[in-house]
């Protein structure tokens, strides 16, 4: 039973425009929200995060909303070719968040020039 | 700084072997945690350690062992490997502080292969 769902496995972008990325969560208990971006042969670094009182989080180009009961999104505006990469969303019960990550199963971007 | 090292890359064991997957991290992070990641799922986590001496179990620990006798490394035994153990296992740290952020910081992955 996954707790923590990203039900689309793969998003194709062009560069410039709006990227969506979704991510639905089960679980009440979790408070605090995470993004994690993965480029191949690599391990997964931290994107951005928010926890659950606040309804949004901009850091640059990225922003993860947080506006739906037990669904968040990120968006990536412009989308660069850069950016193309597997996108985890990851949630917490929050204190002592990265003890409890659990991780959605990834969605992959790809942004074409 | 390195980072979280681990090695190896990649391994290709036999059904029944044991091996040991290294991690070594140079930051002076308290926690510290290995994860297993399989194709098209997320990271799920087998053992964490919140210091020296300390460990823990994750959501997916059997058929696992760890152990943490410094603050740089942990490493992570497989026993009798099986070949539902194939998988890319990621290992991560965190310092006190981005542990109440959820931020940690991962290596580059071991991809092991149970044959």
């Known amino acids: 039973d996954q707790q923590v769902k990203q039900n689309s496995p793969s998003l194709s972008v062009q560069e410039g425009r709006i990227s969506i990325l979704n991510c639905d969560y089960t679980?009440?208990?979790?408070?605090?929200f995470l993004w994690y971006k993965k480029y191949p042969a690599e391990g997964p670094t931290f994107l951005i995060s928010i926890s659950s009182i606040k309804d949004k989080n901009e850091d640059g180009r990225f922003t993860v909303l947080n506006k739906s009961a037990k669904h968040l999104s990120l968006h990536i505006v412009p989308s660069q070719p850069g950016d193309s990469a597997v996108y985890f969303c990851?949630?917490?019960?929050?204190?002592?968040?990265?003890?409890?990550?659990?991780f959605g199963g990834g969605t992959r971007l790809m942004v074409k020039p | 700084n390195a980072g979280v090292t681990q090695t190896p890359k990649f391994r290709i064991l036999k059904i029944g072997q044991s091996m040991t997957l290294q991690c070594t991290q140079d930051m002076n992070h308290n926690y510290m945690y290995w994860y297993r990641q399989d194709p098209g799922m997320g990271l799920k986590l087998i053992y964490y350690s919140v210091g020296a001496g300390i460990t823990d179990k994750g959501e997916v620990p059997n058929g696992y062992n760890v152990s943490r006798s410094t603050t740089e490394d942990f490493p992570l035994r497989l026993e009798l490997a099986a070949p539902s153990q194939t998988s890319v296992y990621f290992c991560a740290s965190s310092s006190r502080m981005r542990l109440n952020t959820g931020e940690l910081f991962f290596g580059e992955g071991s991809r092991l292969t149970v044959l």
């Open positions: 990851a949630a917490s019960p929050g204190a002592n968040a990265g003890n409890m990550l659990t």
């Open positions: 679980n009440s208990m979790f408070d605090y």
